[in-house]
Antibody
Framework: EVQLVESGGNLVQPGGSLRLSCTASGFVFSSFAMAWVRQAPGRGLEWVLHIDSSGNIIYSADFVKGRFTISRDNAKSALYLQMSSLRAEDTAVYYC?????????????WGQGTLVTVSS | QAGLTQPPSVSKDLRQTATLTCTGNNNNVGDQGASWLQQHQGRPPKLLSYRDNNRPSGISERFSASRSGHTASLTISGLQPEDEADYYCSAWDSSLGVWVFGGGTKLTVL
């Protein structure tokens, strides 16, 4: 069974940092591009970052502006999101998701998400 | 980064057909096509279709997607109570090099 499990979400103060992890299983992790997508409470989905299968090509949303970085360890089947200079508006559930085998086809499956709360 | 445009809400009767729309531009939906996601309250999204009308395994044939120009559509036939959910479209914008999402449509089955 294809599975994505996020971890690392927590309550963090404004200006703080946090590292999210996503552990993949049930598929050849190194063959797929991956992404982080977030969802603020009561809001819609918002794409954050995308990384290709080798980890060499990264795309990011404008609001990231160097605050967030995405990385992966194919040997560990793991995806990471390093977040810094966190703001209240970064409060959201962060989902790890896999791009379809068809490039730019969409994302499937999605993890259960991990909640990041930025508050003093 | 402008997102895709979806109507905030749609209401339809049980067993009827609902058509949800998603409007982008020639650099995203019009170029790469769109994918559709279903999200029930408190649950992660689930992919319903990708590249306009390709369904992942296990997705009911009641869900059918299409595209005309830079507007994508998701048609749900024979509406069931479990179809009540939020529906999102997404597409790759080849000009901006970003993924864009629609704001989501809340489908109510009456």
């Amino acid at each position: 069974e294809v599975q994505l499990v996020e971890s690392g979400g927590n309550l963090v103060q404004p200006g703080g940092s946090l590292r999210l992890s996503c552990t993949a299983s049930g598929f050849v992790f190194s063959s797929f591009a991956m992404a982080w997508v977030r969802q603020a409470p009561g809001r819609g989905l918002e794409w954050v970052l995308h990384i290709d299968s080798s980890g060499n090509i990264i795309y990011s949303a404008d609001f990231v502006k160097g605050r967030f970085t995405i990385s992966r360890d194919n040997a560990k089947s793991a995806l990471y999101l390093q977040m810094s200079s966190l703001r209240a508006e970064d409060t959201a559930v962060y989902y790890c998701t896999r791009e379809t085998m068809v490039t730019t086809g969409g994302f499937d499956p999605w993890g259960q998400g991990t909640l990041v709360t930025v508050s003093s | 980064q402008a997102g895709l445009t979806q109507p905030p809400s749609v209401s339809k009767d049980l067993r009827q057909t609902a058509t949800l729309t998603c409007t982008g531009n020639n650099n995203n939906v019009g170029d790469q096509g769109a994918s559709w996601l279903q999200q029930h309250q408190g649950r992660p999204p689930k992919l319903l279709s990708y590249r306009d009308n390709n369904r992942p395994s296990g997705i009911s044939e009641r869900f059918s997607a299409s595209r005309s120009g830079h507007t994508a559509s998701l048609t749900i036939s024979g509406l069931q109570p479990e179809d009540e959910a939020d529906y999102y479209c997404s597409a790759w914008d080849s000009s901006l090099g970003v993924w864009v999402f629609g704001g989501g449509t809340k489908l109510t089955v009456l």
